[in-house]
């Protein structure tokens, strides 16, 4: 169900970007089949424009390495390894926003419903044989169209229920009740973007531009048309379904509209901004990938599908995954992400007595996926679930780390910073140290997160893809 939310998220995005072309350029202007037409497409388009995305390369300087998790924390005391904090703060964000999502959606669905209803009880009891007037009373409006017929109130003169009934005609002719429902289902899928109403709220003023329009040029009187409108302008609507003739929101701009000069043709060039609106918003909510930052590392990275870190040299040969002899950055002890090929032989183990130098940096093991994938994106529109959500994943490993007898002793701790990724089949591969603290906590992390069960893959466009994710482990002593 989140992917509704998301998807609702870009269409909310697509929607503002049309809305502010539309107020800018075209609102002013009195070619009002144009204007419709417009926000017909808007909405229209900003239903399926989601469903496309660009597959871009993420800016290098911009450091963000995926889904990043909240912290676990390790602590060591006499009696063993307790793991801290890892249910308080968990919840998950993303599910309870899409409830209240879901629940919003519910309400104004069940609103339109009951708008709807109310227009066939009353046509039903209202209702003359061979006739679409509806007479009324009791509703604080002179008069309303929908569903086909013209609703009239019963205390208005002969005079002004023809005129108004003549306004009224000219909804009916043009449809705009179709418009109406098509935007209240809109309002409901997007009930929490304020745009969303004032797309509606213009819709609603083209109709009675077009009706007036149509009115004036049957040859009623402005005057005397003006004169009608002031007189209803304390009025309200009866239903939000309805385009009614005494709306007093729009009754100035509708005045000032009878009397403006017409728009030229010339200035439907201005549609043409539209393009490259699109372009930008389709580029604002694209998904990206990373790759290496330097030319001559491109095809290992390739290959290998790995990301180098640019801030350690570059080996010569490609490493094992026992560690390496790197050079360590004091300043930013982290790891390079170095995988190695099947035709490299591994170096001889280490005695087994032997401790790893606290000078040794730890390289990531190797990636355990029979097959090589594409490059993990950073940013999807549906992201990996582990078994029972962020909460269980980070119960999971702190469950199962370990504080190594060794770190104890030397009064090794600190923070390390783990990268991982969820493959398109859901289980974990490119395991590395973006930050670390020791090999004998690097290591440690590591293990843990190489016995991650599987993952519901991510999903980008509907296709599964493989996704970065990061953890932070905090090793902490008593």
């Known amino acids: 169900m ?20 539309y107020s800018i350029l ?31 390369v993420k800016p290098l300087d911009i450091q963000f390495f995926g889904k990043f998790l909240s912290d676990v924390f390790i602590t060591a005391t006499s009696t063993g390894t307790k793991p801290l904090n890892v249910t308080s703060s968990f919840i998950d964000i993303l599910q309870i926003m899409n409830s209240i999502y879901i629940a919003g959606v519910f309400v104004f669905v069940l609103k339109l419903i009951t ?39 019963t205390r208005l003169s002969p005079e002004e229920a023809g005129e108004i009934i003549r306004h009224e005609q000219n ?28 797309f509606s709220r213009s819709l609603r003023a083209i109709h009675e531009y077009q009706a007036d329009e149509g009115c004036l040029s049957s040859g009623v009187p402005i005057v ?39 728009t030229a043709a010339f200035a439907n060039v ?43 040299p570059y080996p010569s040969s490609i490493a094992s995954t026992e560690p390496s002899k790197v050079p360590v950055n004091r300043e930013n002890r982290t790891s390079s992400i170095v995988t190695r090929p099947e035709t490299v032989p591994p170096p001889p183990p ?44 980070l119960k999971f490993i702190a469950a199962n780390t370990v504080y190594p007898e060794v770190a104890k002793e030397k009064n090794i701790q600190g923070r ?33 997160v190489k016995t991650l069960p599987d993952f519901k893959p991510g999903k980008q466009g509907g296709k599964a893809v493989p996704v970065w994710y990061m953890v932070p482990i905090t090793f902490t002593l008593k």
Do not use: C
């Not at 992917?3 to 609702?8: A, E, F, G, V």
């Not at 043009?174 to 009930?191: G, R």
């Not at 990938?289 to 290998?304: F, G, M, N, T, Y």
């Open 2 to 21: 989140t992917t509704l939310l998301i998807y609702s998220v870009k269409a909310a995005a697509f929607l503002i970007a049309f809305y502010l072309v």
């Open 26 to 56: 075209l609102s002013r202007d009195t070619t009002y089949i144009r204007n419709r037409a417009f926000i017909i497409f808007s909405l229209i388009s900003s239903l399926i424009l989601p469903f496309f995305t660009f597959y871009t």
């Open 115 to 153: 708008n709807i209803l109310n227009l066939l009880y009353l046509i039903a009891r209202q209702k003359n044989e061979g006739s679409r007037i509806i007479r009324f009373h009791g509703f604080n409006t002179a008069g309303f169209s929908a569903i086909g017929y013209i609703f009239i109130n």
């Open 171 to 198: 909804h009916l002719k043009q449809n705009h009740f179709i418009d109406i429902v098509f935007v209240e289902l809109i309002i409901a899928f997007q009930w929490f973007n304020p745009v969303v109403y004032l």
């Open 224 to 262: 005397n048309y003006q004169s009608l409108l002031l007189s209803q302008v304390f009025k309200s609507k009866a239903f939000n379904l309805t385009n009614s003739f005494s709306n007093p929101s729009l009754i100035k701009k509708r005045m000032i509209m009878m009397t403006k000069k017409r």
């Open 270 to 312: 201005k549609l043409l901004i539209v393009v490259p609106v699109v372009g930008i918003v389709l580029l604002a909510i694209s998904a990206y990938r990373e790759i290496p930052d330097l030319p001559d590392k491109q095809i290992i990275a390739q290959h290998l599908n790995v990301l180098p870190n640019p801030s350690l």
């Open 350 to 393: 280490p005695p087994q007595n032997s401790t790893p130098e606290m000078k040794q940096v730890p390289v990531v093991v190797e990636d355990t996926s029979a097959e090589f994938e594409e490059a993990p994106f950073v940013v999807v529109e549906e992201m990996p679930m582990f078994p029972g959500g962020d909460a269980e994943l």
């Open 416 to 448: 390390v910073i783990v990268r991982f990724s969820v493959t398109s089949k859901g289980s974990v591969n490119k395991i590395s140290i973006l930050k670390g603290v020791s090999p004998l906590l690097d290591t440690e992390a590591i293990r843990v």
